[in-house]
């Protein structure tokens, strides 16, 4: 019987884990701040492309050396 609760408790310690893997990298953000153009801040993407947010909250790109990361 230890056998059997001994191998629910890793079971059940496995799921979990992997329930908590799964949800961590969905949560990580895309874009990472990377230095300022003008007074905004600059992001870099998944892709590589540096940019900022403009006043109505669209993305401005600018030259990837702007980015200072």
Same mark, same amino acid.
């Given at each position: 019987? /230890? %056998? !059997?609760? /001994?191998?629910?408790?890793?079971? #059940?310690?496995?799921?979990?884990?992997?329930? !908590?893997? #799964?949800?961590?990298? @969905?949560?990580?953000?895309? @874009?990472?701040?990377? &230095? %300022?153009?003008?007074?905004?801040?600059?992001?870099? &993407?998944?892709?590589?492309?540096?940019?900022?947010?403009?006043? !109505? &909250? !669209? /993305?401005?790109?600018?030259?990837?050396? @702007?980015?200072?990361?």
């Amino acid at each position: 019987m /230890k %056998t !059997n609760v /001994k191998q629910y408790l890793v079971l #059940t310690f496995l799921i979990i884990f992997l329930i !908590n893997c #799964t949800s961590s990298n @969905e949560l990580v953000s895309e @874009e990472r701040e990377c &230095g %300022t153009h003008n007074g905004k801040l600059l992001f870099v &993407g998944p892709k590589g492309g540096c940019y900022y947010y403009n006043s !109505n &909250g !669209n /993305k401005e790109y600018v030259d990837r050396s @702007e980015c200072n990361c």
